[in-house]
Structures are given as structure tokens and as C-alpha cells.
């Protein structure tokens, strides 16, 4: 990567959530009456279904930057409160179609609703929930704002696809990778913060800081994603270690393991990212590789200068609650475990 690595500035201790969620708490409770409500429908399946995954303990990142975005701006109304609901349900959507074409078994800790439900159930779901969310952009009637999120969905696809394309490719450059990640991670991060700037009727300048800082964030947070598979157990992370191995995916710790490996290491590499070596046995030959180059902690380190860029992307903001949650939460981001 060209840009310079630039460390976090020093913390007295260790970033939390925390204040952030406290600072979103009262937005974030009418934005869950907004999904409970609109999640519903006549066909019994759907609600329990998309339930399934909605009520699962997510972070719901997405659409609390929305409302930490507002917050920031000044906006007193509650607008944001439906849109960072089809945020969330655009999230889902995604999620409950990854899981099909993954075959995941595991996502937080319990079993994904495609194993539950079957796949044709789930990619319906995820489809019922893509259309709620376009709903609730229409009754916005901000065409800016529709445009800005629609666009965010067919980006977070194409980066799916592109994702699909380099799968059990092992000469995917790190650029590649980032310009994946950029699109199927970091793009709906962007377009949530952005919206908060737009329904509060922020200049053009102030949009795109926002946006810069959703970006910058959701690529440190898809870093540290794809650091954790190589990293924590799974009661941690709440997914099976080594899924992204076993797929033949090639995030950060293993483009840069098989840059800085060996003729011999770079043949496991090969074997396995094609399939031929996916055992527990070659796993754990994996981790040795990527703790040996130390690659775990240099994806993390590439997650801090993201970080960074999202933190310096607000500055410009008035300071207080709201601008300090959001620099604590893209702390958090690169620094949690889970």
C-alpha cells in the first residue's frame, strides 16, 4: 500500500462503544420500532425468518452511524429514524444472500438462517428486506438520499461479485483486496453517515467529510474482519475460525503471508487458497505461516491508518459527545476482538 501508516494517537485506555451507543441510544430505540414494525408481513415465515438474524446481537454499526451522524450535525427532527432502518435492512439483506452463497453455517454465534430456514427461504427473505428498504427511501422523498443509498447497493453487489471473481485466486493484490472490501464493506458505511449530513442540510463539504469518515471506518473495520479469522476463537468472533480459509478467500494476512513466504510456503498457499489443502491440519499450518510473517498485526496496522483517516475526516466538526463517540468508535473498530 502507497499511503503512509499513521498510528492512532495514544488513548488512556482501552477505545469502547460505549459512548457512542449512549449517545445514539434514544435514536437507535425509534430506529429498532422502525425495523420490528416494517420487518413484519402477512406470510408468517418472514418476520421469523429475518428475526432470525435481526434480533442475533449485531453491533448494527451501520445504522448507528446515521444517527450519530445526525447527531453531529445539529439535526433535531426524525427523518434519519426510517432511513437508518432501511440502512440496517440493506445490512441484512446482504448478510442473509452472503450466507447462501458462502454456505455459512455460523454467524453470531448461532446458526445462520439459511441452515435453519433452507437457501431459497433465505435469499426470498433477504429479498422482501431490500424492498422494505427502498419503501422506506420513497416515503423519505429525498431523491438525493435515494440516490445515495441505491447507488450504495448496487456498489455493495458489484463488490460481491468482484469478491466471487478473486476467490481461490491467489495472485489477488492487496489492492485488489482494498478495492473489494471498498465496495462490499466500507460503501453502505459511507452512504449511512453521509444521509445524516443530507437530511440535515449540511453544505456539500460536511457530506462528503462524512462520508469519508463511513468509508475509512468500514475499511478498518472489514481489516480487522479478516484479521479475526486468523486470530480469535470462534465463541469470540461468532463464526467458525478459518471460514474465509476454507473459501479460498484471499483477504490481507494472506496476501501478505504469501508475499513475504518462501518458494515451500508459497506452494501451501497455492494448494490451499485452490482447495486441495483445507484441513483442520492445514489451518492450523496457516496460522503458523501468518503468525510466523506476522501478517495479523499488520493488516491491524493498515486498520489504524483507516482509522485515523476517519477520525481526521470529522475535525471539522464542532467538538463534543457526538464527535468524540464517533472517534472512540473507529478506535473500537481496530482494537476489538470481536
Known sequence: ????????????????????????????????????????????????????????????????????????????????????????????????????????????????????YGNPATVLVGDFLFSRAFELMVEDGSLKVLKILSHASAVIAEGEVDQLTAQRHIETSEERYLSIIGAKTAALFAAATRIAAVVAEKNEAEERALEDY?????????????????????????????????DGKMTLPVILAYARGDAEERRFWQDAIAGFSNSDEDLAHAVELINRHDTVSATRERARHFAQRAIDAIAGFPAGEARNAMAEAAEFAVSRRY
Open 214 to 246: 463511513g468509508r475509512n471506518l468500514g475499511i478498518a473495520f472489514q481489516l480487522v474482519d479478516d484479521a479475526i479469522d486468523y486470530d480469535s476463537e470462534a465463541s469470540e468472533s461468532g463464526k467458525g475460525k478459518g471460514d474465509d480459509f476454507r
Open 1 to 116: 500500500m502507497s499511503a503512509e501508516i499513521v498510528p492512532l494517537r495514544p488513548r488512556a485506555s482501552e477505545p469502547s462503544l460505549a459512548p457512542m451507543l449512549a449517545v445514539t441510544a434514544p435514536g437507535m430505540n425509534a430506529v429498532n420500532s422502525v425495523i420490528l414494525d416494517r420487518m413484519q408481513s402477512q406470510i408468517p415465515l418472514i418476520p421469523v425468518l429475518a428475526g432470525h438474524l435481526i434480533s442475533g446481537g449485531g453491533k448494527r454499526m451501520r445504522p448507528m452511524l446515521t444517527i450519530a451522524g445526525a447527531e453531529l450535525c445539529g439535526y433535531q427532527g426524525t427523518r434519519h429514524h426510517k432511513l437508518a432502518a432501511a440502512v440496517e435492512f440493506i445490512h441484512t439483506a446482504t448478510l442473509l444472500h452472503d450466507d447462501v452463497v458462502d454456505g455459512s453455517d455460523l454467524r453470531r454465534g448461532k446458526a445462520t438462517a439459511n441452515i435453519v
